[in-house]
């Protein structure tokens, strides 16, 4: 199984990319991995919040294949500890044979459909993040989970 980290459009922060390309060298010791960029929605500044997420969940949608795992992070999700999350990890990488999706929404957040789609939702924190930063935030807990699980010095508890 592959894991895939999806998000919308490309980051306009140099800092950004360099940081989650460390953190993608690290992670594909563990398993082969992608970051899949989704080109932005056209006309996008026109458009209202909802009909911009709807757009957007129609690129991620036709991205999907139907035995994909499906992890959205998202603000309402779920919050858990590292260690839980090394755990929930482990256990859909043995239980799934498609990819494992993390997806990233757009400025405003995934739509009803992605929601209804998603396997599971978590949330990073209670603080809020820009779409663009919690890229490399979120790889970085996807690194930790895997020296979690391979027992590497890198996470203190």
Same mark, same amino acid.
């Given at each position: 199984?592959?894991?895939?980290?999806?998000?919308?459009?490309?980051?306009?922060?140099?800092?950004?990319?360099?940081?989650?390309e460390e953190y993608i060298?690290? $992670?594909?010791?563990?398993? #082969?991995?992608? =970051? %899949?960029? $989704?080109?932005?929605?056209? #006309?996008?500044? =026109? %458009?209202?919040?909802?009909?911009?997420k709807l757009a957007e969940g129609e690129i991620v949608l036709k991205n999907l294949k139907p035995n994909d795992t499906l992890?959205?992070?998202?603000?309402?999700?779920?919050e858990m500890k590292s260690e839980k999350f090394a755990r929930l990890l482990q256990t859909t990488l043995a239980?799934?044979?498609g990819h494992l999706v993390f997806l990233i929404g757009g400025m405003f957040g995934a739509g009803e459909k992605i929601k209804d789609r998603a396997d599971f939702t978590m949330s990073l924190s209670q603080m809020t993040f820009?779409?663009?930063?919690?890229?490399?935030?979120?790889l970085e807990q996807l690194y930790r989970a895997c020296t979690i699980?391979?027992?590497?010095?890198y996470?203190?508890?």
């Open positions: 199984m592959s894991v895939i980290l999806m998000v919308i459009g490309k980051t306009t922060f140099d800092w950004v990319d360099h940081g989650c060298k690290r $992670l594909r010791k563990y398993f #082969s991995f992608e =970051k %899949m960029e $989704l080109p932005n929605v056209k #006309s996008r500044g =026109k %458009m209202s919040a909802e009909m911009l992890i959205l992070l998202d603000e309402n999700g779920l239980n799934k044979k820009s779409h663009q930063q919690i890229r490399i935030l979120f699980l391979n027992g590497e010095p996470h203190n508890e």
